[in-house]
């Protein structure tokens, strides 16, 4: 291990810093050691990261003080925060700012900071087309990390604002996939209108931070928005249906109605896809796909992500299939 550069990776057991892990701990070339932070060494998932190579450590985002233990020699640090844990922006920003202290203090040389727009730049807060939210916020979990963007370049931390999109594996966990109506057939149901959704398989996310580090140059200081693909809530539904062998159509909910599901965040998440909606072509064009594929040429489109992943979908053809249907 010795002469090896250590990426401190937050969200280590999570979804991109894991998927970051993954593709560090699995590089041939080998240059770099992964140093994995996690409230909780002793977890299956932490213990898994530590069987695959990586240094396991002890870190909380809320105490400053284990950020700069953890982030002390490190080359690069991966910084993301878990909002849908406390749904706290406040919250959210304080945990940016303790990594982006640490890292400061601890002379890290490359931050990815994984991040969104603060929409509020798009749509004040008078602005009454998106609600306000909390008193100061219109989308609250995209909000704090654009804030914090701020905080990052401020404090003249050498960083990377690495703009993430919606997870296509929402429609596996998240409840947002095809569910059966009182008829029977599926829907996947949205408030999008007809706006494309920049979307992204999760595990690239974690592919791009890594490339953003390898290229550490080319990257500093810039801000670069990934996703695999651009499509409307009714290409998707038809990309569904070829791969799940079976009709998934699209529903436009209206967003008022998204709002009132009473699900936790969902006024958040209405407000996010009403954004999304409401500025289409700059929210894409951040995220440009050929720029997104330079950095990352492997990025899946949606219906490679799909053909990986349908078997993972409760309904379909495979399925069917799988248990003799
Ligand atoms: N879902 C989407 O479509 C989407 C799209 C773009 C951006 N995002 C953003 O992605 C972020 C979440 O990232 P993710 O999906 O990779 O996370 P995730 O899979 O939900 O995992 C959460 C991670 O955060 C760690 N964690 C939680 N609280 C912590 C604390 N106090 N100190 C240290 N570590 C802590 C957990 O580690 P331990 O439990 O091991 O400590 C775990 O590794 C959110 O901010 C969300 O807004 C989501």
Request: proline share 5%.
């Amino acid at each position: 291990m010795a002469g090896k550069r250590i990426i401190a990776v937050t969200g280590a057991t999570g979804a991109q810093g894991g998927g970051l892990c993954r593709v560090a701990l699995e590089d041939r070339e080998g240059l770099y050691k992964v140093r994995a932070l996690t409230r909780n060494p002793g977890s299956e998932k932490a213990k898994e990261l530590e069987r695959m190579g990586a240094e396991v450590v002890a870190a909380d985002l809320d105490d400053a003080e284990s950020l700069k233990k953890a982030f002390h020699c490190a080359h690069a640090a991966f910084c993301v925060t878990p909002y849908w844990e406390h749904l706290s922006p406040k919250r959210e920003l304080a945990q940016a700012r303790n990594m982006a202290d640490a890292a400061k203090h601890a002379h890290v040389g490359h931050v990815v900071w994984s991040t969104l727009e603060d929409t509020r730049d798009f749509v004040p807060l008078p602005d009454d087309r998106v609600p306000t939210l909390m008193g100061s916020y219109k989308v609250p979990h995209f909000d704090a990390k654009g804030e914090a963007d701020r905080y990052f370049a401020g404090i003249g931390l050498p960083v990377t604002f690495l703009r993430t999109s919606f997870y296509w594996e929402n429609l596996i966990h998240l409840g947002m996939g095809p569910k059966a109506g009182p008829d029977g057939e599926l829907a996947i149901a949205f408030p999008m209108g007809d706006a494309k959704l920049p979307g992204i398989a999760v595990g690239d996310i974690g592919r791009c931070a890594f490339n953003i580090i390898r290229n550490r140059l080319e990257y500093l200081g810039r801000t670069i928005g990934v996703a695999g693909d651009h499509l409307t809530g009714q290409s998707m539904a038809e990309a569904l249906t070829r791969a799940l062998g079976r009709k998934v159509r699209y529903e436009d909910v209206p967003t008022d109605a998204y709002r009132g599901s009473g699900a936790p965040g969902a006024e958040d998440l209405a407000n996010m896809f009403l954004f999304k909606r409401l500025f289409e072509r700059e929210y894409c064009a951040a995220r440009d796909l050929a720029a997104a594929r330079r950095l990352h040429p492997g990025m899946k489109s949606f219906e490679e992500w799909l053909s990986e992943n349908r078997h993972r979908f409760p309904f379909g053809e495979v399925q069917r299939k799988a248990s003799g249907e």
